[in-house]
């Protein structure tokens, strides 16, 4: 089993693995990847490792409302620079097929526009699905009650780190806003980490077997 003696908070979200999803294909049930459509903020493409289907669809949450966040993954104010929450409430719209959102910026009280893309609904995670098109995801086990789940190998190393660590060190961000300080709290458990940390491993072993590659979309 892999422990880490200390492992420090990213400060990253979970929106930084979303690049690459990993979901059961819905042709043979084998492992199949997604990715967003290149110049296309509302449509995905499936492709399976193992079958090779393939399909593109639109993204099941095409409807633009306070689910966006701004593309940059610093944004900063365009007339004084002072550096404001991506995740902010924003008042969005379409422009020639792309999203932009307003922001009215605490500092000098500039309202800008800048460009935005859809937040996925966090309700298909809860329910082990992918949240651009449903469908259920391939890195995934029952533990207990609970489901573990991930969106790729990426995702799925971060945890192992994190939660096999004998010292873990908190990010200076935004309190409540990464990835790890938003685990539920089961996961935060200590009599539940032993359980995950297998299951986790057992996850790598299956996904190693089935050629799955760590990052295809980069």
Not at 107 to 120: E, K
Not at 126 to 144: C, N, Q, S, T, V
Not at 162 to 172: F, G, Q, T, V, Y
Request: glycine letters at 6%; hydrophobic letters at 35%; charged letters at 25%.
């Amino acid at each position: 089993m892999r422990l880490k003696f200390r492992a420090t908070d990213p400060g990253t979200g979970l929106g930084s693995y979303r690049h690459q999803i990993w979901v059961c294909c819905p042709k043979c049930d084998g492992p199949a990847f997604i990715l967003r459509t290149i110049g296309s903020e509302q449509m995905a493409r499936l492709s399976c490792i193992q079958c090779h289907y393939s399909s593109q669809d639109a993204l099941r949450n095409s409807v633009i409302s306070s689910n966006i966040q701004l593309r940059s993954s610093a944004p900063r104010c365009f007339r004084c620079g002072r550096e404001f929450e991506r995740y902010a409430k924003l008042h969005s719209y379409r422009k020639n097929g792309q999203i932009f959102a307003r922001v009215n910026c605490s500092g000098c009280r500039y309202s800008g526009i800048y460009p935005a893309i859809l937040t996925p609904h966090e309700s298909l995670l809860e329910e082990g699905r992918d949240p651009f098109l449903g469908y259920p995801l391939y890195l995934k086990a029952e533990i207990g009650t609970k489901t573990l789940w991930a969106l790729n190998l990426e995702h799925l190393e971060a945890l192992q780190d994190w939660l096999s660590a004998k010292h873990r060190e908190r990010n200076l961000g935004p309190a409540n806003m990464t990835m790890m300080a938003r685990l539920p709290r089961w996961m935060k458990s200590a009599s539940a980490r032993p359980k995950i940390l297998r299951a986790i491993e057992k996850l790598q072993q299956n996904a190693a077997k089935s050629g799955m590659g760590r990052d295809i979309s980069r």
